[in-house]
């Protein structure tokens, strides 16, 4: 059963870096698709960053040049830097394996002024 945990949010200032983690398990592809989603309350889920299929990788708007999206064996990274207020939201991962994708847990990032 694939299983996907992330870690790594926690309350930080604006202006801080944190990184978040999510290790995957029970799947043996290593370039599937996969990403992070974010929602914060009251508003609408946001995609956040990916790596397609071909091995791109996507930024939204705006996240480009702030965050860094990485993946290694069975783990995938999201270094977050010059963090802002607006990023507060919780992150979760995703992998899709073919028709199916799997979400991790959730990990909550709060960016206080």
């Known amino acids: 059963q694939v299983q996907l945990v992330e870690s790594g949010g926690g309350l930080v200032q604006a202006g801080g870096s944190l990184r978040l983690s999510c290790a995957y398990s029970?799947?043996?592809?290593?370039?599937?698709?996969m990403g992070w989603y974010r929602q914060a309350p009251g508003k609408q889920r946001e995609l956040v960053a990916q790596?397609?299929?071909?091995?791109t990788t996507n930024y939204a708007d705006s996240v480009k040049g702030r965050f860094t999206f990485s993946r290694a064996k069975n783990t995938a990274y999201l270094q977050m830097n010059s963090l802002k207020v607006e990023d507060t939201a919780a992150y979760y991962c995703?992998?899709?394996?073919?028709?199916?994708?799997?979400w991790g847990q959730g990990t909550q990032v709060t960016v206080s002024s």
């Open positions: 790596i397609t299929t071909g091995g």
């Open positions: 995703y992998l899709r394996i073919s028709s199916v994708t799997y």
């Open positions: 029970g799947t043996s592809f290593s370039s599937n698709p």
